[in-house]
């Protein structure tokens, strides 16, 4: 006999997970972020705002591939880092960059990475096709500035294992 549960069940979208009995978890709205200081080789600061909600994502390989937004600073201080106005300048370009991932379920956001004269934008998907045309839609300049991008494989999600231990 099919029972209402077992008819919403199988209503669900597939991008959602069942953990446990009654937790349903949904990537793309799933976030909970928490900063980390690493050191560069050249001994500068690296900042990284990691999404720690995804560490409890058990279905990463279903986002085998990286995807980066790297944006340069213009006026980097001499440790390689925005200046406090330059940061809130970048502020309309993530939100454009997560909308673009985020709202159209292209990509789950994992890390900011600050460092070096730049910060980069990683996400994880599993539509690297899309990524790419959307990319392509967006253009190589955002809000006045360059922004290079790329899609790799990261099976592993070496890069957010690496930055969020």
Known sequence: ???????????????????????????????KWEMFTREASDGHPVYVRGN?????????????????????FQNPNRYGLPTDDEA?????????IDRAMTGKKLGVPALIITTGGMREYVYYSNQPDAVRSQIKKMGP????REVRSYVTADPGWDVYVRFTQ
């Open 88 to 96: 809130r300048e970048l502020t309309p370009l993530e939100n454009e």
């Open 141 to 144: 300049r955002m809000h006045g």
């Open 1 to 31: 006999m099919v029972t209402l549960l077992h008819l919403l069940v199988a209503a669900l979208p597939m991008h959602f997970a069942l953990q446990g009995d009654t937790v349903f978890t949904d990537p793309f709205a799933t976030e």
């Open 52 to 72: 720690i909600a995804l560490r409890a994502l058990n279905e990463k390989q279903r986002f085998p591939y990286r995807v980066g937004f790297v944006v340069a």
